[in-house]
Each structure stands twice: as C-alpha cells, then as structure tokens.
C-alpha cells in the first residue's frame, strides 16, 4: 500500500498571502489529521476530518481552515499568512471509525512551509 | 501550554547501549503513543500502550505506563546508529487528538 502522500513538499510564501495543502490518505483510511511543527510550539494539533466532516479542532485561528473530499483526500488552507505560520504542516491517516479511540496513526513526509 | 513534556530533552549515548526516554502527560488518556521523528520528516509510530496496560514490548523496544503519575517511559535496548532521531510520546484520550510531548533527540554514537 502506497503511504500518506502529501503534496507540496516545500513552499514559499509572502505574508498576507493564502496557501493551500494537500494530503491523500492510506488506501482505506477514512481519518485524516493535521499538525502544525514549530521549533518554539513543537508539534500542535489543528484538525481531524473523518467522512468529510470536521470532528474536532485544535486552538488555531480561523485563518486555518480544511476539508475533506469523497476519497478521504483532504487539504488544509491558511489564509493572510503571518511569518508565525512557517511550519512543517503534517498530515496523518488512520482507520479510527466511529467510536473507535485514536490509534495508530500513520504520517506523511510534511509540506515544509516557509513564509516571508 | 497543553503539550506533555519528555526528559531529557537530549540523550547521546554509544552504540550498543540503552536509552531511556521519560514522558509525562496532563490529562487522562485512552492509550499514549510513542513516535520516531528522523531530521524534519514524517513521524513513524513505534508503539501505542492502552491506559489498562503497564508494559508492552515490541523487539528493541520496551514501553512503561503509569496513569497515577501521568508518566509513560521508551527504552531502546542494544541502540544502533540508526536509532539516531527524535522520539516523541503522544497521549490520546476523549478528544479525538494527540497531544505531543516536547520530544527527546537521541544520538547514537558509532
């Protein structure tokens, strides 16, 4: 099975200006979560998406926004980029259903995130 | 800040010896997870010990799990090079996310 791909892998940006990432999960996997790494905050949660509807939300702005499409692929978005937001931004998949608590959780390489 | 935290916050030791890592976390959890991180990449997840368990072994790896002190610990027996990278613990409890610990870079020395 392939594994979590996500697309770009680096980006530059300038502030003010809007980006947008993309992550497609594990064949199969309907889970898809994003994370936010920084060298000052470390790794911090931002959201999770299972079936196309958000499920929980981490303590982000609103500037940092996702959804997710029929095939589970999924894609985050950052609008007015502040230098604040140079990242690693990491997705993750799993098969975590309904009900089912947090497993495993496989990632991806990250979209390295830089903004000047 | 709601991460947990991990000592030490850096480990260099010989090929060949054990390393322990430490984590402590805030809330309760479901199950606390245990993650490999090589320079700026994807995180690889090692092992994953449920809340009712204290200990759990995968190969190399060995898993302690306290929930009255909030506290989980990795040990890696016989390190190799390879090992070299940052591991990170992950509690996952009724929210439906992980919260990291600060992480411990290991360097393995040959």
């Known amino acids: 099975k392939a594994g979590v791909t996500q697309t770009p892998r680096y980006l530059i940006k300038t502030r003010g200006q809007q980006v947008t990432l993309s992550c497609s999960p594990i064949?199969?996997?309907?889970?898809v979560s994003w994370y936010q790494q920084t060298p000052g905050q470390g790794l911090q949660f931002l959201f999770e998406?299972?079936?196309?509807?958000?499920?929980n939300k981490g303590n982000f702005p609103g500037r940092f926004s996702g959804r997710q499409f029929s095939n589970s692929r999924s894609e985050m978005n950052v609008s007015t980029l502040e230098l604040g937001d140079s990242a690693l931004y990491l997705c993750?998949?799993?098969?975590?259903?309904?009900?089912?608590?947090?497993?495993?959780?496989?990632f991806g390489p990250g979209t390295r995130l830089t903004v000047l | 800040s709601q991460q947990g935290e991990e000592d030490p916050q850096a480990l260099s030791i010989q090929e060949g010896e054990n390393a322990t890592m430490n984590c402590s976390y805030k809330t309760s959890i479901n199950n606390l997870q245990w993650y490999r991180q090589n320079s700026g990449r994807g995180l690889v997840h090692l092992i994953l010990i449920r809340s009712n368990e204290r200990e759990k072994h995968s190969g190399r790896l060995r898993v302690t799990l306290d929930t009255s002190k909030k506290s989980s610990s990795l040990l890696i027996t016989a390190s190799r090079a390879a090992d070299t990278a940052s591991y990170f613990c992950a509690s996952s409890g009724s929210a439906r996310q992980l919260t990291f610990g600060s992480g411990t870079q290991l360097t393995v020395l040959p």
């Open positions: 993750a998949s799993s098969l975590s259903g309904q009900g089912i608590s947090y497993n495993e959780q496989f």
């Open positions: 998406y299972f079936s196309e509807t958000q499920r």
């Open positions: 064949s199969g996997h309907r889970s």
